[in-house]
Each structure stands twice: as structure tokens, then as C-alpha cells.
């Protein structure tokens, strides 16, 4: 399985992003899928996550009420759908799936993307 991120770049404080995250190769059977992201200097932390059904979302209390993860398993695809950035919100931002369940936890995490970076300047 490839998770392969795009939607990345360089934004305004305020602005919207949308990332996008497709897997190929391979079938990720009722595998919650997560974002996670490390800006520099610091650890890996969760972000956003969304069960296999879609009915479960979790979210990081630092981006709630401005981040929003959905997915379309037809696809193979989801999304984190990012507004009202803030410069702190900077970091590579990775995709992640977890066949054991949704958790925040990225040791969870079976498969990652390589990352796409975001950027928000001030």
C-alpha cells in the first residue's frame, strides 16, 4: 500500500488549504485513516482522524472547529480540510491508516505517506 499527500503549500495567516490523501496498491480494509504532522524541532504529533464508516472523528484540540477530516473509501481517499490557519499550524503534514481502529496514537499506524508540507506565514 502507497499513501501518496498533496494539497500542500504556502499560505497566509487565515487562509484554507486542502489536503489529499490516495492509496494505491493495495486495499486498506476498514482502516481508519489519520493526519498527522512535525514541525521543526519537534516530535510527530496527531491532528485528525476519521474512522472506517466516517462515523467516528477525532480531532487535536489545537486545530478543533478549524480543521475538518472526511474521506471517501471509493476513492481511496481522504481529506483534511484546514481553515483559519495560524503560522503554528506550519509542518509536514502526513497521512497515515491504522487497520486496528481509530487512535491517536501513531504507533497504531501501519501505513504513512511521505509527507506534504504546509506553510503559513503571518
Known amino acids: 500500500v502507497q499513501l501518496v499527500e498533496s494539497g500542500g503549500g504556502l499560505v497566509q495567516a487565515g487562509g484554507s488549504l486542502r489536503l489529499s490523501c490516495v492509496a494505491s496498491g493495495g486495499i486498506l480494509s476498514r482502516s481508519a485513516m489519520s493526519w498527522f504532522r512535525q514541525a521543526p524541532g519537534k516530535e510527530r504529533e496527531f491532528v485528525a482522524g476519521?474512522?472506517?464508516?466516517?462515523?467516528?472523528?477525532y480531532y487535536a484540540d489545537s486545530v478543533k472547529a478549524r480543521f475538518t477530516v472526511s474521506r471517501d473509501n471509493g476513492q481511496k481517499s481522504w481529506y483534511l480540510q484546514m481553515n483559519s490557519l495560524k503560522p503554528e499550524d506550519t509542518a509536514v503534514y502526513y497521512c497515515?491508516?491504522?487497520?486496528?481502529?481509530?487512535?491517536?496514537?501513531?504507533?497504531?499506524?501501519?501505513?504513512w505517506g511521505r509527507g506534504t508540507q504546509v506553510t503559513v506565514s503571518s
Open positions: 476519521i474512522s472506517w464508516t466516517g462515523s467516528t472523528t
Open positions: 497515515a491508516a491504522a487497520g486496528r481502529g481509530l487512535t491517536t496514537s501513531e504507533l497504531w499506524y501501519d501505513h
